[in-house]
């Protein structure tokens, strides 16, 4: 394909602003979270005193916490990329064009529109990070010069968007079949097999053994080192076995459904619920971290009523101000991704949301049964990870409910809050959705 | 044949500065399956739009007259109520399906009546028992993108049929079919329609389409041009 006709397939149609903004807008989103959670992890690296290494090795946790939220939400930036772009692409391969031609052609689209967004971003990470500057650690204000990314840090995350973008439009394009006569999804039901269930069991069975027997050994940084490996473990083995968790919940759900739009948000989830959980898991880790490092937030403040040294003092409480932060982080990212896939998912199916107008389905029952999808996947991650991360750590966590139950419940109320965030999120495209129905 | 189902009157309608209808009026009576046969622009699917209350026409008056009960004017009422009607008085097939991808063949038949208050094990088995009729007994567990496109048309019939509709509208049914198929589809919606003493007006452009119904309209310029019933 020649660079002319490339330049006129890049070009906007006039009246796609608003669906090309979307995009834009997610992307940016992206890019200032990444900036912003980078930046403030950073402000921890120019320490050097004893403390330090702890900070470190907890910044470093928070770092890995988020980056899955942030995965799942840059590739539903990009799939929202990619789909608006699907109408010209069966045009494309009739007017010849071959495969590799409308590779080329989405990953150009989907590189300029994610470099916009990029751009709105670093404007982004600009003007919220005086306000990440006044977060205190060690009781001061971390400052905007701690937290601000260096150019060079912020062109290589510019980099890692457009290489994300590229990428997440490439695997896009092997879902669909894009054939001169239309573009459609490939109509493969995903499966996952129960045999998840006993990895995770046995995982966390082991966990709850090292988290026994090491805390009693070795260093605190070497104690963090530890419970950061055995937190990792289990975070991984909660992505196996999620999308099987939602699969039998979900399952569970059809067979009562009684109302449309619970049979509709049970079929949803069920048709992919690998799908179902990229949206949703990052609450999981947010949700098991929350109660894991929660517990020895509160029984570290035990422990600061029983001689302990200011310093002690001052890390329980950063801990917990680190804690919250990363809560918040996650929560904020997985209402972004909701967002996102939802404009993507009403963008994709314009067409058949204008049939289900004519045919006079009520817009309250799509707009019910798709936000049904998203929260009662969400619900059972979160009480699920919960659950699961109260296991690991039991009994600690009956003792800091009894103890400390102050800082477990502001914990559990920045959870709520959170998933109240997400709840608004779905709303938020609501429009779109109006939108679809209106147009006749 | 003699109490039109549904009549218009005088409709017009435009879409800025074009003029989709010009003056329409029409009866079309219980039983009948009437085509409505124009080119690309002529204003047909823009008529069984007015005629279905899926949009509302700048002047002139559409009235649907069901089997039981009073007429009702279907341009005087407001958008939820126009959608009311739809949903429990016509059936609407269109040239794609427009299934619901997620769910099986027979929760998207049975979807439309559980939305009108019916519970889910009657709307499934009523569901069950069209599908059946339509030939796809063995296809009700099947979703969408596993049906070929005249099974998928099939469930389409069968979801416009399963809350009772008296009037059936389709747009262009077998559009995206080969001759064989589409004949298929004409006889399931024939039969499902006009077989069970209920009405059809179908939008085509397929002469053979059209010589299967009883009556074929002719629209240019958003105007009845000839009306023709089958010899």
């Given at each position: 394909m020649n660079a002319n006709v490339l330049a006129l397939l890049l070009r906007p149609a006039p009246g796609q602003n608003s669906v090309l903004a979307l995009p834009v807008v997610a992307f940016g989103v992206v890019t200032t979270l990444v900036l912003t959670v980078i930046g403030g992890a950073q402000s921890f690296w120019g320490w050097t005193d004893e403390f330090a290494p702890v900070y470190q090795a907890l910044a470093a946790i928070a770092l890995v916490l988020l980056v899955v939220p942030l995965v799942s939400l840059g590739g539903a930036a990009a799939r929202l990329s990619a789909r608006r772009r699907d109408e010209r692409l069966s045009t494309l391969r009739l007017l010849g064009v071959s495969p590799a031609g409308v590779t080329v052609a989405t990953v150009a689209e989907s590189v300029l529109v994610a470099g916009a967004g990029a751009v709105v971003g670093v404007l982004g990470h600009l003007a919220i990070s005086p306000l990440v500057g006044m977060i205190p650690f060690r009781g001061e204000p971390l400052g905007f010069g701690a937290v601000f990314l260096s150019p060079l840090h912020i062109v290589a995350v510019f980099g890692g968007v457009l290489v994300l973008a590229a990428g997440s439009a490439i695997i896009g394009l092997r879902r669909v079949v894009i054939s001169p006569l239309g573009v459609r999804m490939r109509s493969s039901v995903s499966s996952v097999h129960w045999i998840r269930a006993v990895i995770a069991a046995g995982a966390v069975a082991i966990a709850f053994v090292l988290i026994k027997v090491f805390p009693s050994v070795g260093s605190l940084v070497a104690t963090i080192a530890v419970l950061a490996g055995v937190f990792g473990a289990v975070l991984a083995v909660l992505n196996i076995v999620g999308p099987w968790v939602l699969k039998v919940s979900a399952s569970r759900q059809l067979r009562r459904a009684e109302q449309p739009e619970r049979l509709l948000a049970a079929r949803i989830v069920l048709d992919s619920p690998k799908t179902a959980w990229r949206q949703v898991g990052g609450i999981a880790m947010a949700s098991f971290m929350a109660v894991f490092a929660g517990t020895g937030v509160a029984l570290l403040d035990v422990m600061g009523g029983?001689?302990?040294?200011a310093s002690d003092i001052a890390l329980a409480d950063d801990i917990r101000t680190g804690l919250v932060i990363t809560l918040i982080g996650s929560f904020l990212m997985v209402a972004a991704s909701v967002g996102v896939n939802q404009a993507s998912d009403v963008l994709d199916q314009r067409e058949l949301h204008r049939s289900l107008h004519h045919l006079g389905m009520p817009l309250e029952t799509v707009d019910r049964a798709r936000r049904r999808a998203i929260m009662s996947p969400l619900l059972v991650t979160a009480i699920g990870s919960a659950l699961c991360a109260a296991v690991v750590v039991f009994p600690l966590v009956g003792i800091a409910l009894i103890t400390a139950p102050l800082s477990l419940l502001t914990i559990a109320a920045v959870v709520a809050v959170g998933i109240g965030v997400v709840w608004a999120s779905t709303w938020a495209t609501r429009p779109l959705l109006t939108g679809a129905f209106q147009a006749a | 044949m003699n109490i039109p189902v549904i009549e218009a009157h005088a409709l017009s309608k435009n879409f800025g500065s074009t003029r989709a209808l010009a003056g329409v009026d029409l009866a079309i009576h219980r039983g009948e399956s009437v085509a409505i046969m124009g080119a690309s622009g002529s204003g047909k699917t823009t008529l069984l739009h007015v005629l279905a209350g899926i949009i509302s026409p700048d002047a002139g008056a559409v009235t649907f007259r069901p089997a039981e009960g009073a007429p009702v004017e279907v341009t005087a009422l407001g958008e939820s109520a126009r959608s009311r009607l739809r949903r429990e008085r016509f059936g609407f097939v269109f040239q794609q399906g427009l299934?619901?991808?997620?769910?099986?063949a027979v929760e998207n038949v049975a979807l439309a009546s559980m939305i009108n208050g019916i519970r889910r094990q009657d709307a499934v088995q009523h569901a069950a028992a069209w599908l059946a009729a339509l030939g796809l007994a063995d296809m009700e567990e099947r979703r969408i993108g596993e049906l070929s496109g005249g099974q998928a048309q099939r469930v389409a019939i069968a979801r416009a049929q399963a809350t009772g509709a008296e009037l059936v509208f389709a747009d262009e049914?077998?559009?995206?079919?080969?001759s064989h198929t589409s004949a298929e589809v004409m006889d399931a919606l024939l039969w499902s329609t006009t077989g069970q003493g209920r009405t059809l007006v179908v939008v085509t452009h397929d002469p053979e389409v059209a010589a299967r119904c009883t009556r074929t309209i002719a629209v240019r310029d958003g105007r009845i041009v000839s009306s023709a019933v089958a010899a």
């Open positions: 029983e001689g302990a040294t | 299934l619901i991808p997620e769910l099986t049914p077998t559009g995206a079919l080969d």
